[in-house]
């Protein structure tokens, strides 16, 4: 019974991991570069003083504070290192067991850590992407044998409505009703995607996951398709990502190896296989029709909707298509049950999210934190604050698709409703921190040439509207501006708005639109008036 | 069916592209994994090459185009000895990339997506390569180099073309 295979697999795997003393684990993420030196240095040092029966050094994923990487891990004791140079390793090697390294040492107080509630993040950091034994160990898998052997697609079905997660791609739709679209529509084979081509400027959650915890997301998947009767499956992730796509090509042949992907997996009747397709550096792709299209090796332009891919998808078949992390939250809402998950977080918005932290903040990385939590605490307690005496000025969330949140209204809770309100979205999680000494204008302006370059073109009002609003905001920029302009990008920004075919040209002018409500002013200093005439004059 | 044979690319790298292919069953949705693959193998979109894929995947060679000038990641020409890809992600450019493109264009006189005269260097602008925590990040033939302010950055990048060869 391959049950008994991965019992085996594991207890096996336990039994090699606690041989060793000492466990030191290295971030081996693309946010921690030199980490391979670190690890050669590491097992010298071990091999050296010949403790190679004692120590173990394992390459880790994303252990979330990246800007005080290269982070290494000292089990048991859970020390932190930061910092770590490859001619640090004699001195943490001989540290063990003794008094930790000082110099390098990363309080575990840290408010960093404390606040946090990790759940898509819990084994992120601390298991071995590369490893599925690793992944087993941590109780992985453990949702899948319980979905496809204590549990019928309805039962799942009901979970995942119960638990009331909602996608974490952007726009919150109730994955529970997509699955259940998606299972009840007619036509096969049905296909599911994992959307991973994120392409949002300034969010790295999608990447990380990938990183970190491959085979969760392939756990997420199978149980989805399971649950919604798909049969092959595809992740859409970006070319940009060749660390997370090797780990990706891994983590399926491995997968496929232990009956875990492929035909009649762990002994059932669920078939599933899944495949992965590079995207090429289009943003538009994020959108679910034009990535599609792409699936399809066509240029990715978005089409109408209805019908919604969960009727006629990838080659007209009933599609389930998920953002990586809705997947990868996927095992630990079946494990622990709709109601646990459901206690996190806000009524509405519930479970915890992935944020990118960035920009002018002392602690930048990755951070997950219940739904509700104020801004003001993610920026000040987590993020540590602005370095260098800087003053907030705005925190940008959802890239170029949202908007600017004023430092006045700093105590907004992260839900999607509190953000959508204020001209924002939650978008896929990018949270970047934008100090004082920035202009509004020149960000809105480079958000606009962005999605200028990356409108498809396929419907005038995106087209010709981002190219239009851009040309405004450069007058803007240059100071050259009218009133009129203004008037004129206002009337633009609500035309390109409710005209444009996509959600690319439909949430293109929300970061300008934000700017002009929160920071008007700003604005309006850029206008040439017959004052600004005089107060040029010597 | 036309004779074609004569114009098709033979050698090893055309080899491992049929293999591509071939994994996608020749079907047309094969066509952007193909793409990937002959970038991956001879640096650029091969005018020649893409006709050949074009052909032997059954699609009009107008469309194999339309693919591979609407994404950003394919180049219809070859790339110099040397790659430098500057990201211009939001973090990236709140944290003052865009005076680092400045800095190239004065000094090798380059703009995005062009290569120099001697083929030495080619400049590549990155819509975002996701270590957004390092901002502001270049990348120098893959390695990628981060958290540096604007005089540091630019002495890297003199430094790796002194010594690179």
């Keep these: ?538 | 069916m036309p004779a074609d044979t004569q114009q098709k690319p033979v050698d090893r790298r055309w080899q491992r592209i049929i293999q591509t292919m071939l994994r996608h069953n020749n079907q047309s949705d094969a066509l952007i994994e193909t793409l990937h693959t002959v970038q991956e193998t001879y640096g650029y979109l091969d005018p020649a090459v893409l006709a050949a894929v074009a052909d032997r995947l059954g699609i009009p060679p107008a469309r194999v185009f339309g693919v591979a000038t609407f994404y950003n990641h394919f180049s219809l020409k070859p790339k110099g000895d040397h790659t430098l890809v500057i990201c211009t992600g939001t973090a990236c450019h709140v944290r003052g990339n865009d005076q680092i493109l400045a800095w190239v264009k004065e000094q090798y006189h380059l703009t995005p997506g062009q290569t120099s005269a001697d083929n030495r260097l080619s400049l590549v602008e990155a819509r975002c390569v996701g270590a957004c925590a390092l901002a502001p990040v270049i990348l120098c033939d893959g390695v990628l180099t981060g958290k540096k302010g604007y005089k540091e950055t630019t002495a890297i990048i003199e430094e790796w073309l002194g010594h690179a060869s």
């Design chain 1, 1 to 538: 019974m391959p049950r008994e295979k991965i019992d085996r697999i594991t207890a096996e795997h336990r039994w090699f991991l606690d041989q060793f003393n000492y466990h030191i684990l290295v971030c081996a993420g693309l946010g921690c570069p030199g980490n391979d030196d670190i690890l050669r240095a590491l097992g010298q040092t071990v091999r050296n003083r010949q403790l190679t029966d004692e120590v173990l050094i394992r390459k880790v994923g994303c252990m979330g504070l990246c800007s005080a990487g290269p982070l290494v891990l000292i089990r048991p004791g859970d020390l932190m290192y930061q910092k770590v140079q490859p001619e640090d390793a004699e001195e943490i090697i001989a540290s063990l067991g003794k008094k930790p390294v000082e110099r390098l040492l990363l309080s575990p107080d840290l408010a960093f850590f404390t606040r946090q509630h990790k759940n898509v993040l819990r084994l992120s950091g601390r298991i071995d992407p590369e490893s599925l034994p690793d992944y087993l160990v941590a109780g992985g898998y453990q949702a899948l044998l319980q979905a496809l052997f204590a549990m019928q697609p309805t039962d799942i079905l009901r979970c995942i409505q119960e638990s009331g997660l909602r996608g974490r791609g952007g726009a919150g739709y109730p994955t529970g009703l997509k699955w259940s679209t998606v299972a009840r529509a007619q036509g096969s084979p049905k296909y599911l995607i994992c959307n991973a081509d994120e392409g949002d400027p300034g969010a790295f959650m999608d990447r990380s996951l990938l990183e970190s915890t491959p085979y969760a997301i392939l756990e997420g998947m199978t149980v989805a398709a399971y649950a919604v009767g798909a049969s092959e499956g595809f992740i859409y992730v970006r070319a940009e990502y060749p660390l997370a796509v090797q780990r990706l090509k891994r983590a399926i042949r491995d997968a496929e190896q232990n009956n875990l992907l492929g035909h009649s997996i762990c002994g059932s009747n669920l078939n599933f296989r899944v495949q992965i397709r590079l995207g090429a550096g289009a943003f538009v792709c994020g959108e679910e029709t034009a990535l599609i299209r792409s699936i399809e090796g066509r240029r990715g332009l978005p089409r109408p909707r209805p019908p919604y891919p969960a009727e006629k998808g990838l080659r007209g078949r009933p599609t389930l298509i998920n953002n990586v992390e809705t997947y990868a939250n996927i095992p630990s809402v079946i494990t622990n049950g709709p109601e646990w998950w459901a206690r996190l977080g806000t009524d509405k918005s519930r479970g915890t999210k992935v944020f990118a932290l960035t920009g002018t903040i002392r602690n930048t990385g990755l951070i997950e934190v219940p739904m509700g939590m104020p801004l003001r605490e993610i920026v000040y307690d987590i993020g540590g604050g602005l370095p260098g005496g800087h003053a907030l000025k705005a925190v940008q969330t959802g890239g170029p698709s949202g908007g600017c949140i004023p430092a006045a209204l700093l105590d907004t809770p992260v839900t999607y409703e509190s953000l959508n309100e204020l001209g924002s979205i939650m978008g896929s999680g990018g949270m970047i921190v934008i100090d004082d000494s920035a202009s509004m204008v020149d960000i809105v302006t480079y958000f606009m040439a962005f999605c200028r370059d990356e409108s498809c073109g396929k419907c005038t009002p995106c087209r010709v509207g981002t190219a239009q609003i851009h040309n405004l905001l450069t007058k803007f920029q240059n100071r050259k501006a009218t009133m009129a302009d203004l008037e004129m990008l206002e009337w633009l920004c609500d035309l390109v708005r409710n005209t444009s075919l996509c959600g690319l040209g439909q949430s293109a002018p929300n970061p300008v639109l934000s700017a002009l409500r929160f920071f008007r002013q700003e604005f309006l200093d850029c206008i040439l008036t017959d004052q600004n005439h005089e107060e040029v004059r010597p």
